[in-house]
Structure formats: structure tokens, C-alpha cells
């Protein structure tokens, strides 16, 4: 029942797109209904969508999640709705397991949102602990080099 929801709203999303107008509650909604179906299903079975990417193999691309995912995190970067994507690419992370797929995409945004709200102790700790999970991946070094050096002298807002 809540794919149909998910389905309804993303195409809800999409004409809103093609009209014009600005973003709305239901991209907001979109992204919660598909949170909510990956908590759903891993009641049922723990180890349901492991992967983002397993989303649309399992639905053989009929939601196409992945696609609108990036759609998503587009639209609220082109309305500067940092604090969104910082929130939302956060509990995206957590979401998934992220071991077939990388989640360097999500994390980048995620750094740069929280440099963009000026949480630049925090966009230290987050890259730090990046490259502590993934010591070989160059965009954690980078985003631990940029936050680690240049934002040392800037406070917390």
C-alpha cells in the first residue's frame, strides 16, 4: 500500500516540477513514505533492500528510486534547502548498508550542507570519521583536508 503512495507522490512531484512551482510538502512525504517502506520491510526480513541500488533491481526499476532520490537532493539544493539535505542525506546513510554502492554522492552533499549552514566543527568531525570507514576513498580525504585545514578558525552558528 505504501509503494502506491510512494508512486502517487513522486508523480505528484514531478508534474509540480513540470508546472513551475516551487517545492512542496510532497517531495517532503515522498522521501518519509520510502523511509518508511524500508523500515516496514526490515521488520519482516533485516536484511530487505540492504542497498539502495536493491530497491529497484527488486522492483525491477518500476518506482525507479534511485533516479528520483538524486532528483530529490537536486530540487533542494537548487532552493539552497541545506538543513534538509543535511538531514535527509544523514538518514539516507543510515538507511542503507552502502557496502555494494558507494554513498560518496550523499556524504559530499551532506559536508557541503553543513559548511553551507556554518556547522564547520561538525563538517570536520563527519569528514573525519569518513575517512576513518572509507580510509581509501580520495573525496573523504578531501572533504577531511578542506574542513580539517581551512575552517579550523570559524565557530559553530
Known amino acids: 500500500m505504501k509503494w502506491?503512495?510512494?508512486e502517487d507522490l513522486t508523480a505528484k512531484c514531478y508534474k509540480t516540477l513540470d508546472n513551475g512551482d516551487v517545492m512542496n510538502e510532497c517531495w517532503y512525504s515522498a522521501f518519509d513514505t520510502l523511509l518508511e517502506i524500508m523500515e516496514e520491510e526490515r521488520v519482516k526480513n533485516p536484511d530487505f533492500f540492504g542497498?539502495?541500488?536493491d530497491i529497484d533491481q527488486k522492483t525491477e526499476n518500476k518506482y525507479n528510486v534511485q533516479g528520483w532520490v538524486d532528483d530529490y537532493f537536486k530540487k533542494l539544493s537548487s532552493l539552497n534547502d541545506y538543513d534538509r539535505i543535511?538531514?535527509?542525506g544523514l538518514r539516507l546513510i543510515d538507511a542503507f548498508q552502502w557496502q555494494k554502492q558507494s554513498s560518496v554522492q550523499i556524504r559530499?552533499?551532506?559536508v557541503n550542507a553543513m559548511e553551507r549552514l556554518g556547522m564547520y566543527e561538525a563538517a570536520n568531525r563527519y569528514s573525519e570519521e569518513w575517512v576513518g570507514q572509507e580510509p581509501?576513498?580520495?573525496n573523504a580525504l578531501f572533504a577531511a583536508l578542506i574542513f580539517g585545514k581551512q575552517k579550523k578558525g570559524q565557530s559553530e552558528s
Open 4 to 6: 502506491h503512495t510512494f
Open 51 to 53: 542497498e539502495l541500488a
Open 86 to 88: 543535511y538531514k535527509d
Open 108 to 110: 559530499m552533499r551532506v
Open 136 to 138: 581509501d576513498d580520495m
